[in-house]
């Protein structure tokens, strides 16, 4: 009885944290706008995980400095131009 419980808290503790697949819809430092996918923890904010990645673009790594919205993998942007930066750019 004491292993069971031990196990279920356990497997609640570890899908407390489950990563979900996220796309951001991001500002780079130099003002380009790109889309950036990723699973991020389900505790904490795309918005900000999104914040601490960066892109890199002809050898050179940019910063996200926004982060213009954000949407599980699976939903369309509402933004028109993330819909289109999306479609356009290669994975």
Same mark, same amino acid.
């Given at each position: 009885?004491?292993?069971?419980?031990?196990?279920?808290?356990l497997?609640?503790?570890?899908? !407390?944290? $489950?990563?979900?697949?996220?796309?951001?819809?991001?500002?780079? =430092?130099? *003002?380009?706008?790109?889309?950036? +996918?990723g !699973?991020? $923890?389900?505790?904490?904010?795309?918005?900000?995980?999104?914040? =601490?990645? *960066?892109?890199?673009?002809?050898? +050179?790594?940019?910063?996200?400095?926004?982060?213009?919205?954000?949407?599980?993998?699976?939903?369309?942007?509402?933004?028109?131009?993330?819909?289109?930066?999306?479609k356009?750019?290669?994975?």
């Open positions: 009885m004491r292993v069971s419980m031990l196990l279920l808290t497997l609640g503790v570890s899908c !407390a944290h $489950a990563a979900v697949d996220r796309k951001c819809y991001v500002e780079l =430092e130099n *003002g380009a706008n790109v889309v950036l +996918q !699973a991020i $923890a389900d505790n904490k904010k795309p918005e900000i995980a999104f914040q =601490e990645k *960066g892109f890199e673009i002809n050898g +050179q790594l940019l910063m996200v400095r926004k982060v213009l919205e954000c949407q599980p993998v699976d939903r369309p942007f509402t933004l028109e131009s993330a819909r289109k930066q999306e356009e750019q290669p994975r």
